[in-house]
């Protein structure tokens, strides 16, 4: 089992590009999340889905949007990226509400 | 709103050394405590965890008590090994609303020195 994969590793974008960061995971849970982790901050909810069909805000969503193709797939999307935006995001999956969370390795993203 | 507050580091010990890292909580009613370890260059990982009050965590020789009169989930490790170089993340589940999200604290920077 690879668990919870992330694509890219690395990205470098120019204010204003946009582009898409992928996650899967190969445990068949229910919940998948993306964070973003900035120096002295901890992590931090973009967004989340608590099962397949649904996706809900977290505490720093704006300036993202989020797919949740299948069970399996939570992809962010970047519309237009901001230097503040970079930073090194995390996806994870649990299979319960409350429960361990399982991390991808994440993405440094830059934006210049 | 729910919080977490861990001591500010780095913490640098030398090998063999006694290690507590502080981490207290604001939440209203009985959260999930979670502390989570990220090596350098990866994601995080689950440490230990502790869903009610009493409850101890452990694992890999580490240690932490959910204590409700305190609200503080205290991480320690009896004696520290240079591979427990890492950060550590205190961490709480909110017990309304369930759906999964746990609330970060800073994270705490651990080096051990051989």
């Known amino acids: 089992n690879a668990g919870v994969t992330q694509t890219p590793k690395f990205q470098v974008l120019k204010t204003g590009q946009s582009m898409t960061l992928q996650c899967a995971q190969d445990?068949?849970?229910?919940?998948m999340y993306w964070y973003r982790q900035d120096p002295g901050m901890g992590l931090r909810l973009i967004y989340y889905s608590a099962s397949e069909g649904t996706t809900d805000k977290g505490e720093v969503p704006n300036g993202y949007n989020v797919s949740r193709l299948n069970k399996r797939e939570f992809s962010l999307r970047l519309e237009s990226a901001a230097p503040s935006q970079t930073s090194v995001y995390f996806c994870a999956s649990s299979e319960m509400a409350v429960g361990e969370q399982f991390f991808g390795p994440g993405t440094r993203l830059t934006v210049l | 709103g729910d919080s977490v507050t861990q001591m500010e580091g780095p913490v640098t010990l030398s090998e063999e050394a006694f290690l507590t890292i502080n981490c207290t909580y604001t939440?209203?009613?009985?959260?999930?405590l979670f502390w989570y370890v990220q090596y350098p260059g990866e994601g995080l990982q689950l440490l230990l965890k502790a869903t009610k009050a009493d409850d101890k965590g452990s694992n890999k020789g580490f240690e932490a008590t959910y204590r409700k009169e305190t609200t503080s989930f205290h991480l320690e490790k009896g004696s520290v090994q240079v591979s427990d170089s890492a950060v550590y993340f205190c961490a709480l589940s909110p017990s309304s609303g369930n759906t999964g999200k746990l609330i970060f604290g800073q994270g705490t920077t651990l080096q051990v020195k051989p």
């Open positions: 445990m068949n849970h229910n919940s």
């Open positions: 939440a209203t009613g009985y959260p999930s």
